[in-house]
C-alpha cells in the first residue's frame, strides 16, 4: 500500500509564507502528474499546482507568482511553497501522485492522495 503523509500546514498571518510536504511511503518510479489541492468550507476541491513528468507547471490563477511546486526525487517528496499568503488561501489541502510506485511486489501503478493538511491565513 503506498501512501501520502502531508506536512507543513498551520496558522499564518497575512502575508506570511508556509511550506507544505507531502511523503510517498514508497519509492516513486515516474510521474504522471504530482499535485496540490485544496478545499475550503462549503466549495469544491479545486487544483492549486501541479507538476507533470516532463516538469511542467499549472497553477490556478490566483496562486500563479506566490506557490510554487516542486519535487525532491531522492526523498520522494514533493512540496507546495506558499508565499504572500492570503486569508482567502484558508482550506484544507491535499497533495495528489499519479504514478508508478516500487512496492514488495514489484512496480505498482497507481493514483493517491494525502489526508489533507489545514492552511489558516488569519491576522
Known amino acids: 500500500q503506498v501512501q501520502l503523509v502531508e506536512s507543513g500546514g498551520g496558522l499564518v498571518q497575512p502575508g506570511g509564507s508556509l511550506r507544505l510536504s507531502c511523503a510517498a511511503s514508497?519509492?516513486?518510479?515516474?510521474?504522471?502528474?504530482m499535485g496540490w489541492y485544496r478545499q475550503a468550507p462549503g466549495k469544491q476541491r479545486e487544483l492549486v499546482a501541479a507538476?507533470?513528468?516532463?516538469?511542467?507547471?499549472n497553477y490556478a490563477d490566483s496562486v500563479k507568482g506566490r506557490f510554487t511546486i516542486s519535487r525532491d526525487h531522492a526523498k520522494n517528496t514533493v512540496y507546495l511553497q506558499m508565499d504572500s499568503l492570503k486569508p482567502e488561501d484558508t482550506a484544507v489541502y491535499y497533495c495528489n501522485v499519479d504514478g508508478i510506485f516500487l512496492v514488495a511486489a514489484g512496480l505498482r501503478r497507481g493514483d493517491y492522495w494525502g489526508q489533507g493538511t489545514q492552511v489558516t491565513v488569519s491576522s
Open positions: 514508497r519509492s516513486i518510479g515516474s510521474i504522471n502528474t
Open positions: 507538476l507533470s513528468s516532463t516538469g511542467s507547471t
